[in-house]
């Protein structure tokens, strides 16, 4: 068997805690291991009380050792965990002394990276660990470990696997072309391929879901001076975050801050007020908000509801707001303006903000359902689309010209991109720059 190289790194956060663990993967983890703990044997998935120590033979601290007998560990290889006491300092030297014997320092991801070379895990559940280790809200750890579990995978390799069974009997049915059925047509490859769109489009609608709350949603507050944006936002996000005056141009610029809204995560964007002025300063501000606006994946456009002005709606996803109706005394909830719905609201009494926040997850598309919820990301977005923009054409091209080589062409590159999601097919570039934002010990 081929040695394969020890790793180590420190597996928790930097800092002090109350536990920190020193990880090894690699052929020579239990070796190292034995000789920091002086114990004689390792048991697998045992955890043993032990001290550790220096080549001199005094003890930098204490704890357990467990080991995890290869393949049937995390990498796939011998792996040991050496759990202490988590400040940094004794961290660091058991950390050395595993050097010493000869293991090198982790790079970023390198865990998962050799977790997923040896099959252990695939792409998307490599990546997921990354992003349940970042999440920022319990939804966006929910699906992260939905995707750990292989939730998103699967549903990835079932349509795989329909399109390499239309691969095969296409390729079949060329290999015939002396027969005088026309298999293609009498297997109604048509009818299957739509039924494979409809199951990709309706994978794309939930991963679309699943970036946005792993990421947030970029929520751009505009309108003119003095509608109550800025009060709004601290509204949103629960604290004073914004100043607030009644002086006009207060906010000059692009002033963010990042909430959580019934669980999914939002970037708040506080824009300067949109008017023609002389100030040099205040001028860059309404430039800035001008292009926070055409960025935004959604716009709320509040309005002052007892002097309405409504401001150009230059964004998509636009959701207007009027402020201010414990002046005007209008229903708050959602109200009829010249045929359109706004939510009206005022930022004073706390009226018509939950309704604010149901209408701004209905744009984004997001229910309370977590049911088959799974963290995705852009990677995964565009191979997806791409996929199938692909097989949509590859279906055009079949009905216009009846091409079975054309068809199995498309159909091979249609495999061919989703196979990169999860790393059936992928190229060395692509995992150095997965695994490179992982953390050291992961």
């Known amino acids: 068997m081929i040695p394969i190289e020890t790793i180590a790194a420190v597996a928790t ?43 001199q033979g005094d003890i930098i601290d204490d704890g357990l050792v467990i080991g995890f007998k290869g393949p049937k560990s995390f990498t796939g290889e011998d792996c040991v965990e050496l759990q202490g006491h988590g400040g940094p300092v004794v961290l660091n030297l058991v950390l050395q002394r595993c050097l010493e014997l000869g293991a090198r320092h982790a ?22 660990i990354a992003d349940l280790i970042a999440a920022d809200s319990a939804i966006a750890a929910q699906q992260a470990q939905a995707s750990i579990s292989g939730v998103f995978s699967d549903l990835i390799h079932q349509i795989i696997k329909d399109i390499t069974s239309l691969r095969v009997f296409v390729e079949a049915a060329l290999d015939f072309p002396e027969e005088e059925i026309d298999f293609i047509s009498e297997g109604n490859v048509d009818t299957k391929i739509e039924a494979v769109l409809e199951r990709l489009g309706s994978l794309i609608k939930t991963a679309r879901e699943g970036a946005i709350l792993q990421t947030g949603a970029t929520l751009v507050l505009a309108g003119k001076p003095n509608v109550g944006k800025s009060s709004l936002l601290n509204a949103l996000s629960g604290e004073d975050i914004a100043i607030v005056t009644n002086i006009p141009g207060t906010t000059r610029d692009l002033l963010k801050q990042t909430v959580v809204i019934e669980g999914v995560p939002f970037v708040l964007i506080d824009t300067a007020g949109l008017r023609t002025t002389d100030d040099p300063v205040e001028i860059e501000g309404v430039k800035r908000a001008k292009a926070a606006i055409n960025h935004a994946d959604i716009l709320l456009e509040i309005i002052d509801d007892s002097a309405p002005e409504p401001i150009p709606n230059k964004g998509t996803g636009a959701i207007q707001v009027l402020n201010k109706i414990d002046l005007t005394h209008r229903t708050p ?21 939950d309704a604010l926040k149901q209408r701004i997850l209905e744009e984004l598309g997001v229910n309370k359902n977590t049911e088959n919820r799974f963290s995705a990301r852009e990677r995964h977005l565009r191979a997806l689309e791409e996929g199938f923009s692909t097989l949509e054409t590859a ?7 009846r091409a079975g080589e054309l068809l199995a062409e498309d159909l091979k590159k249609t495999h061919d991109i989703l196979g990169a999601i999860t790393g059936l097919l992928s190229s060395d570039e692509l995992l150095g720059e997965i695994f490179s934002s ?5």
């Open 13 to 55: 956060a930097a800092g002090q805690g109350g536990i920190g663990v020193v990880r090894l993967s690699g052929s020579k983890a239990l070796e190292i291991a034995l000789c920091i703990t002086q114990r004689k044997a390792i048991s697998d998935r045992f955890a043993h009380y032990s001290k550790f120590v220096n080549a």
């Open 107 to 128: 790079n970023p991801g390198e865990f998962s990276e050799r977790a997923f070379l040896n099959g252990r895990i695939d792409l998307v559940q490599a990546e997921a």
């Open 333 to 353: 909830g959602p109200s009829d303006v010249d045929g359109s719905t706004a939510i009206a609201l005022s930022v004073h009494t706390g009226q018509g903000i």
């Open 395 to 401: 279906k055009e091209r079949f009905l216009a010209s």
């Open 438 to 442: 992982f953390c050291i010990g992961k």
